[in-house]
């Protein structure tokens, strides 16, 4: 875990581990080794998650007409990051009833199962339901918590929540977002943090100063999607305001200053290749950060974002970082040491899945 041992102090030696790695092997076998390899998801959207099979099936719960599969799969067509917005809100909009909330949390943890993930930190958009849906969230909330203790049950898959405000819906709704988070905890410790999304050029991460440190107060862990679509000043603003992980990320490449502060600081980025480059946010493969990042000491995390909107996953994630970025299998295994370390699980179940990472073999 690059540089991150001294920060968490666990007794995790991954270096003792390369002797039961090959020195070479088939993309088959790699593949197979790295779906399973244990893993968590840090950054995850709830209502991204929807597969067009299951888009399908909520088309046919709510709309007089039913989307076809055929014109599901093309509601996640897109030129652009203005193009994405569009295609999710358009997915978004199948989300009627509270029962689609426990469809699709069943479906999501069914999902990362398959995948190796051990453990998932979602967001879901309580922005959405209350600025956009103007609906009252906790019958919403209490689904998607339904289909939670389900997934984890049949699963072995756990889900803390994120609870996420549109940052260009206003500093008063996002207010009022984590204000009801902070409520809601009181009743289902499930939800652990807050964060902010939506269109960076549109709400600044200074607006949110005083509610996240109201959110901070209250006892929720701090996250902000910085970084992703402008540059730098927006993970500046987002390190002021108290994150403690960036989501992407992708603008500190262009700031030295802050690079090396992410690095002292162990600021974890929660790196989304596939979803920067289908927003169009990264021009190139070639131009994606992620291994400058690591070999300068970062705290990266792979994540899959929006994965059906984005056609990959987590297990595709990992596999791309190591065919196209040339990491190995035992950095591949830092990384997931690192997803793991980087959670915001209580230590004693962070170690247990750290200890999984370390004695998963070949």
């Not at 269109?199 to 109201?214: N, P, W």
Request: aromatic share 8%; net charge negative.
């Amino acid at each position: 875990m690059r540089g991150s041992l001294g920060k968490a102090q666990l007794p995790i030696t991954l270096d003792r581990m390369s002797s039961r790695l090959p020195q070479s092997a088939s993309r088959l076998d790699a593949a197979a080794w790295l779906r399973k390899l244990p893993k968590a998801e840090l950054h995850l959207h709830l209502e991204g998650t929807i597969e067009p099979q299951t888009l399908v099936e909520l088309s046919q719960r709510h709309d007089a007409e039913p989307l076809t599969l055929e014109a599901a799969r093309a509601l996640y067509t897109y030129a652009n990051f203005d193009g994405f917005m569009q295609s999710f809100k358009a997915v978004s909009q199948r989300l009627q009833g509270p029962e689609d909330y426990e469809l699709i949390t069943y479906n999501m943890l069914r999902s990362l199962a398959a995948q190796g993930i051990q453990h998932a930190e979602a967001y879901i958009s309580f922005g959405i339901i209350h600025y956009w849906k103007r609906q009252q969230v906790d019958p919403y909330f209490e689904a998607a918590e339904s289909g939670r203790v389900r997934g984890e049950r049949d699963f072995g898959v756990s889900l803390l929540w994120l609870i996420d405000a549109v940052r260009h819906f206003g500093a008063e709704e996002g207010a009022r977002v984590f204000r009801k988070a902070a409520d809601l905890r009181k009743q289902y410790p499930s939800i652990v943090g807050i964060g902010i999304g939506g269109d960076e050029a549109r709400g600044s991460a200074d607006l949110f100063r005083d509610s996240y440190q109201e959110a901070k107060d209250n006892g929720l862990r701090l996250t902000a999607h910085a970084g992703e679509t402008i540059g730098p000043e927006s993970i500046w603003a987002a390190l002021n305001i108290g994150a403690e992980r960036i989501g992407h990320g992708l603008a500190a490449q262009h700031d030295r200053e802050l690079m090396d502060v992410l690095v002292q600081r162990q600021i974890p980025v929660e790196i989304n290749i596939t979803s920067n480059l289908r927003t169009g946010c990264c021009p190139s493969l070639d131009l994606h950060p992620v291994r400058d990042y690591f070999e300068r000491g970062m705290m990266v995390t792979l994540n899959s974002d929006d994965p059906p909107m984005f056609g990959s996953d987590l297990a595709a994630e990992y596999l791309l970082a190591h065919e196209k970025f040339g990491f190995t299998l035992e950095q591949m295994r830092e990384l997931a040491a690192n997803s793991v370390e980087a959670s915001f699980l209580q230590p004693e179940r962070k170690l247990k899945l750290l200890r999984s990472v370390e004695l998963y073999g070949w």
